[in-house]
């Protein structure tokens, strides 16, 4: 499989790889908004996410309004939102037909 470095490393291209070849190749990292859009979210809410350390996020330079995000964090992250929000489903109260 050949990789462009012009583009980030999907986690369906880190997927598809030799486990022996990931270990020589470093993940490029993706910005904000490229970040919202893997995770389905809005950039804003990204960005607070990061800045509250609820999200895996690495701030560039010293000022923090910049911040870089690697995709198989967000989707480690993501993966185990999933996991620890997996809970026994609420009972429908009232009259709830359904």
């Known amino acids: 499989m050949t990789i462009s ?3 980030p490393l999907t986690t369906d291209d880190m997927a598809r790889l030799d486990p022996s070849a990931l270990a020589s190749i470093r993940e490029a990292p993706v910005n904000q908004k490229y970040a919202a859009r893997f995770l389905n ?3 804003k809410t990204v960005l607070r996410k990061a800045r509250e350390g609820s999200l895996p ?3 560039v330079g010293t000022s923090r ?17 999933v996991i620890s929000g997996s809970h026994p489903r609420r009972q429908p109260q ?3 037909i359904g």
Do not use: C, T, V
Not at 65 to 81: A, G, N, P, T
């Open 5 to 7: 470095r012009n583009q």
């Open 41 to 43: 979210l809005h950039p």
């Open 57 to 59: 996020a690495h701030p």
């Open 65 to 81: 309004k910049r911040w870089h995000f690697y995709l198989s964090e967000l989707d480690h992250w993501l993966r185990s939102q």
């Open 94 to 96: 009232g009259d709830y």
